[in-house]
């Protein structure tokens, strides 16, 4: 049985409060980088553990950290993503309602690491109850001296600050987070310059997932090598997996990276709903191409899910069973995209926008024969032609549903109607 | 505090004042129950910052509201989470029960229908969000308990109002 790392605290009654956090071992992790480790020596150890970020694309975290440059002549910012809008995603909330000192702990280590006196929690404006929290957690780690100046009798001075999102997927990109950051429209910026050398108001600047943030304590503690042990060597650790959709147990479950998709719907969550058959499943959140039922043996890791055509992602896992129509759910999802792209670059906006039309008509079954040629050439025109990965989620996740239900779609359209309704 | 002197604590978090229109809409928006251009223009003002990039911010972002909700903003999220478990269903009856279809408001002010990209709580799909709270685990008798619920905390002050929207046989 895994014993749970990162959900520790959430069913701990008053888990929010430092008193809690602090009597489960909390901010020793802290005391022990500031009191042991140079910031040098942080950015190795999270090098050494192989920590990957937990926001969706799994880049080391550690290497990010080490493109900072050490001498910028500016100040350096710590950024944290929790605008969490992927659909079928809801990790970092919890950890931000029932376990924020976490947050709180993993962002001044890593402040500490490269640099940074600042950092600004990104966090979407729904989570009212999250925003309370961290809102709080923050007064009272003020209030201990876990932030502040001189933290714990150190040179180290560190603050954080929340921001409250307005509603744009988009923000969950890292560069139009930053411009979301700076008081402008969200829209994703042109790399180079990465964020680690030119990221918020032209400063260096890293940006990391709540999820990645929160394993950073642990791995303090506990050691790199601890953390490597836990899953597969090159995508290692805890990993929270939200599972939800057509299966008995919706639920947020944390298991080791690479547990294998099929354990985690069967195992944690009950199996499918009574009656019912699982068709297919959305890995990773809505970005993530679908599984078909058969493919449920694959690892839940970066890796793994990779090799299968997938992505981890957000590791938003949504079950879909035999009761519910592929056009209709792909028609939702590119629904989505169409309303979440920002509009700064074509394919994007106008290509969604056709998607969505042939979409509709195939699922109101008035699709005419050639409709599928034509989804496939505007999957192809946006396709590696956008901005950012917005327009690549949305035709990666098309081409997946057409792929592996083309039989639906032609139904559709040869028999001028839905077969499910 | 007034609206000011929160929109002036919220900006000193950053040191560049544009940071702050964000917190700021998100402020007033709070105060004056949504976002007339008159308002925009005053959160411009107190920031010293051009009022065009207030106007862009307020309309890009769907948690601004540039036009006038209801007492209460029902946001159902249809997302696929939300749409596996039913909200399909939820969401004609509301239409129903409301006498209004999404995007519209009751003729007495108090309820908004709208949907919502994901909520990031599709571990209770499917899933509202009510004002500031997230309602979960939602059917259509628990739809119809939230509104009775909603309905009564307006208070006997609106009632005659209120009897107008309730719908024949409930």
């Given at each position: 049985?895994?014993?749970?790392?990162l959900?520790?605290?959430?069913?701990?009654?008053?888990?929010h409060?430092?008193?809690?956090?602090?009597?489960g071992?909390?901010?020793?992790?802290?005391?022990?980088?500031?009191?042991?480790?140079?910031?040098?020596?942080?950015?190795?150890?999270?090098?050494?553990s192989n920590?990957?970020?937990?926001?969706?694309?799994?880049?080391?975290?550690?290497?990010?950290w080490?493109?900072?440059?050490?001498?910028?002549?500016?100040?350096?910012?710590?950024?944290c993503?929790?605008?969490?809008?992927?659909?079928?995603t809801?990790?970092?909330?919890?950890?931000?309602?029932?376990?924020?000192?976490?947050?709180i702990e993993?962002?001044?280590?890593?402040?500490?690491?490269?640099g940074?006196?600042?950092?600004?929690?990104?966090?979407r404006?729904?989570?009212?109850?999250?925003?309370?929290?961290?809102e709080?957690?923050?007064?009272?780690?003020?209030?201990?001296?876990?932030?502040?100046?001189?933290?714990?009798?150190?040179?180290?001075?560190?603050v954080?600050?929340?921001?409250?999102?307005?509603?744009a997927?988009?923000?969950?990109?890292?560069?139009?987070?930053?411009?979301?950051?700076?008081?402008?429209?969200?829209?994703?910026r042109?790399?180079?310059?990465?964020?680690?050398?030119?990221?918020?108001?032209?400063?260096?600047?890293?940006?990391?997932?709540?999820?990645?943030?929160?394993?950073?304590?642990?791995?303090?503690?506990?050691?790199?090598?601890?953390?490597?042990?836990?899953?597969?060597?090159?995508?290692?650790?805890?990993?929270?997996?939200?599972?939800?959709?057509?299966?008995?147990?919706?639920?947020?479950?944390?298991?080791?990276?690479?547990?294998?998709?099929?354990?985690?719907?069967?195992d944690?969550?009950?199996?499918?709903l009574?009656?019912?058959?699982?068709?297919?499943?959305?890995?990773?959140?809505?970005?993530?191409?679908?599984?078909?039922?058969?493919?449920?043996?694959?690892?839940?890791?970066?890796?793994?899910?990779?090799?299968?055509?997938?992505?981890?992602?957000s590791?938003?896992?949504?079950?879909?069973?035999?009761?519910?129509?592929?056009?209709?759910?792909?028609?939702?999802?590119?629904?989505?995209?169409?309303?979440?792209?920002?509009?700064?670059?074509?394919?994007?906006?106008?290509?969604?926008?056709?998607?969505?039309?042939?979409?509709?008509?195939?699922?109101?079954?008035q699709?005419?024969?050639g409709?599928?040629?034509?989804?496939?050439?505007?999957?192809?025109?946006?396709?590696?032609?956008?901005?950012?990965?917005?327009?690549?989620?949305?035709?990666?996740?098309?081409?997946?549903?057409?792929?592996?239900?083309?039989?639906?779609f032609?139904?559709?359209?040869?028999?001028?109607?839905c077969p499910?309704? | 505090?007034?609206?000011?002197e929160?929109?002036?604590?919220?900006?000193?978090r950053?040191?560049?004042?544009?940071?702050?229109?964000?917190?700021?809409?998100?402020?007033?928006?709070?105060?004056h129950?949504?976002?007339?251009?008159?308002?925009?223009?005053?959160?411009?003002?107190?920031?010293?910052?051009e009022?065009?990039?207030?106007?862009?911010?307020?309309?890009?972002?769907?948690?601004?509201?540039?036009?006038?909700?209801?007492?209460?903003?029902?946001?159902?999220?249809?997302?696929?989470?939300?749409m596996l478990?039913?909200?399909?269903?939820?969401?004609?009856h509301?239409?129903?029960?409301?006498?209004?279809?999404?995007?519209?408001?009751?003729?007495?002010?108090?309820?908004?229908l709208?949907?919502?990209?994901?909520?990031g709580?599709?571990?209770?799909?499917?899933?509202?969000?009510?004002?500031?709270?997230?309602?979960?685990?939602?059917?259509?008798?628990?739809?119809?308990?939230?509104?009775?619920?909603?309905?009564?905390?307006?208070?006997?002050?609106?009632?005659?109002?209120?009897?107008?929207?309730?719908?024949?046989?409930?």
């Open positions: 049985m895994f014993e749970p790392i959900l520790r605290n959430v069913d701990v009654p008053d888990g409060l430092l008193a809690t956090y602090r009597a071992g909390g901010y020793q992790a802290l005391a022990k980088a500031l009191d042991e480790h140079t910031p040098d020596e942080i950015i190795s150890l999270v090098k050494e920590l990957r970020g937990r926001g969706g694309a799994g880049f080391p975290t550690g290497l990010k080490s493109f900072v440059p050490k001498r910028a002549g500016k100040p350096k910012y710590l950024c993503n929790a605008d969490e809008g992927e659909p079928g809801f990790k970092d909330r919890i950890i931000m309602e029932r376990d924020p000192h976490q947050l993993g962002l001044a280590i890593s402040g500490y690491a490269i940074a006196e600042t950092a600004y929690v990104y966090i404006g729904e989570y009212t109850l999250a925003i309370q929290r961290l709080q957690a923050i007064a009272e780690a003020h209030a201990k001296g876990y932030l502040g100046t001189r933290i714990r009798g150190s040179d180290f001075n560190f954080v600050h929340i921001h409250c999102g307005a509603g997927y988009i923000c969950g990109e890292e560069t139009a987070m930053l411009d979301s950051l700076e008081g402008k429209r969200a829209q994703p042109l790399k180079p310059p990465f964020p680690a050398v030119e990221g918020l108001y032209a400063s260096p600047t890293v940006i990391n997932n709540v999820e990645t943030l929160a394993c950073v304590p642990h791995i303090v503690l506990r050691g790199a090598g601890w953390f490597r042990n836990i899953g597969p060597d090159k995508s290692p650790g805890p990993k929270l997996y939200c599972l939800s959709g057509q299966v008995r147990k919706p639920g947020l479950y944390e298991l080791p990276m690479g547990t294998p998709l099929r354990e985690l719907i069967e944690s969550g009950g199996g499918p009574p009656g019912r058959k699982i068709k297919a499943v959305i890995p990773g959140g809505v970005s993530a191409p679908l599984i078909p039922a058969h493919g449920l043996d694959v690892g839940m890791d970066f890796d793994s899910l990779a090799a299968a055509g997938s992505m981890l992602g590791a938003g896992v949504i079950v879909i069973d035999d009761s519910t129509c592929m056009v209709k759910v792909a028609t939702r999802i590119i629904e989505f995209f169409h309303h979440e792209s920002c509009g700064k670059c074509t394919p994007c906006r106008e290509g969604l926008n056709w998607v969505v039309k042939v979409l509709r008509r195939v699922e109101a079954g699709g005419v024969p409709d599928l040629e034509q989804l496939e050439a505007l999957c192809k025109g946006i396709f590696g032609n956008t901005f950012c990965a917005l327009g690549d989620g949305a035709a990666m996740g098309l081409r997946a549903a057409l792929t592996h239900f083309e039989h639906e032609v139904a559709h359209i040869e028999e001028h109607r499910f309704h | 505090m007034n609206m000011r929160k929109i002036k604590a919220a900006a000193a950053y040191p560049d004042q544009r940071s702050a229109i964000m917190p700021a809409l998100l402020i007033a928006q709070k105060e129950g949504h976002l007339p251009g008159p308002v925009l223009e005053e959160v411009a003002d107190i920031l010293d910052v009022r065009i990039w207030v106007y862009e911010l307020a309309t890009f972002y769907t948690l601004f509201h540039t036009e006038p909700v209801g007492v209460f903003h029902l946001q159902l999220c249809d997302n696929v989470s939300c478990r039913g909200a399909e269903d939820l969401l004609r509301l239409e129903e029960v409301l006498g209004i279809t999404k995007g519209g408001t009751t003729p007495d002010g108090l309820f908004t709208s949907t919502v990209e994901c909520l709580a599709c571990e209770m799909a499917p899933v509202m969000q009510v004002g500031d709270d997230y309602q979960g685990d939602l059917d259509i008798a628990r739809i119809d308990a939230l509104l009775d619920r909603l309905r009564a905390t307006v208070g006997q002050a609106t009632g005659a109002d209120l009897a107008a929207t309730v719908p024949p046989g409930e």
